[in-house]
């Protein structure tokens, strides 16, 4: 069963200009994804980034993977948001990191990516498809954007292998995080090869993602005061609740977080 929800970029980019994307940040630090440097890491490793390779990060936020890519891999990077805020703090956070030669930022819509087709080495994406109105529509950006012989590589949040219980449980959960649907592992991997490319890894990554949502949520707990403090009560009691939601539906299976590495053929 699919889900669809009326969330629009609008919304998700509106969330992201305010208390969202520093609430994130809080739990999950600049590089805005599960697992942090650690996963950007592993990403970058498996795709095989080398000093100035092209990198587009699709969806970059803050800007943290770019930099980490930039300064330890020597790639170029070109980040793509369509969140105002996001941006400025990451062409902020660039240039005090001196690495404003090697990091471009545009703003732009992940389904109409503002860049020439056949030109990336990489195309590069961490747990933000999952925002992204039409998976097929970006899956065919992405595609359209990467060299022959270049790879696309990311990670997202999909749905599992179990259902949910009841519609309701499903509409808290993607209300909570303003997603307007989810892919899964399959959906993913057909898309990519429909698309012209050829699959290398695609890996479910459940009990990891269930492990460390399990982490967001103690790390909720024990900051509580601060984040009563700067976010108020009532985001306070709407977060606890979302990822509670979210750490109970990954434990149970119901949603998961996949890896994927795929050849431009
Ligand atoms: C979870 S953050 C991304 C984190 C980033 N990939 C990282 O690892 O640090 C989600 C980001 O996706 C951006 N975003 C969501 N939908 C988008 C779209 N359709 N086009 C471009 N950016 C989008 C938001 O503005 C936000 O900055």
Known sequence: MSYN???????????????????????????????????????????????NNYVLDVCSALGGPARY??????????????????????IERTAIAGLADRIEYRRGNALDLPVKSNLMDFVWGQDAWCYVTSKPRLISEVARVCKRGGKIGFT????????FSTKS???????????????????????????GCKLIEAEDL????????????????DLKDTILKMFGEEMYNITRTGVKGWAQAAKEGKVSRGLWIAKKL
């Open 169 to 195: 449980e499903a509409d808290s959960l993607f209300e909570f995080m303003i997603f307007p649907n989810l892919e899964t592992m399959q959906g993913y991997s057909n898309l990519l090869e429909i698309n």
């Open 206 to 221: 459940q009990n990891d993602f269930a492990s460390h949502l399990k982490f967001y949520l103690k790390k909720i707990d």
């Open 69 to 90: 890519l930039a300064k330890r891999y020597k790639a170029k990077v070109l980040g793509i948001d369509i969140t105002g805020t996001m941006l400025k703090k990451a």
């Open 156 to 163: 997202d949040w999909i749905l599992g292998k179990t259902s």
């Open 5 to 51: 929800y009326d969330f629009t970029v609008k919304d998700v980019s509106d969330a992201y200009d305010g208390a969202v994307g520093t609430l994130w940040e809080f739990l999950m630090g600049e590089h805005i994804h599960v697992g942090g440097e650690k996963e950007t890491i592993r990403l970058a490793d498996k795709l095989g980034i080398r000093e």
